[in-house]
């Protein structure tokens, strides 16, 4: 998934793997805050997945929730693309966003290659374009 975005993810021991790890456990302790949607083949393992998470964020006059939720790790191993198994990750968050929480919308970063998808769904632009600093320590 990283690869595809054009990341550089380093070998199987590089040291964001552990972080990640940590990370991910610790979030599926938080079933009212975090969710993951997973497509398994028994034979291949998992191939398709969407991962989703609440962050308090102040409420404003479209949204009077705090909560705000993000889509995020969408990914299907390429020899599964094309059979709708991320859009079935994807709904399935967005149902849980919209049974089991009480995010007020839902944000995420796309890729072009999954900018359809998103849009099919009823993701629209929000007229502010993401950027990110990275903090020197």
Known sequence: MLEGMGVEVGGPDAAWREV????????????????????????????????????????????????????YNVSTEPAYRRRGLARACVIALLDWF?????????ELHATQDGEDLYRSLGFVDNGYPSQRLRVIR
Request: charged letters at 25%.
């Open 98 to 106: 919209r049974d089991e929480t009480e995010v007020g919308q839902v």
């Open 20 to 71: 990640a790890l940590r990370y991910f456990v610790e979030q599926l302790d938080s079933p009212e805050t975090f969710a993951a949607f997973v497509v398994d083949d028994p034979d291949f393992g998992v191939v398709a997945g969407a991962v989703g998470n609440c962050n308090v964020h102040p409420p404003g006059p479209k949204d009077l929730s705090t909560l705000r939720g993000h889509l």
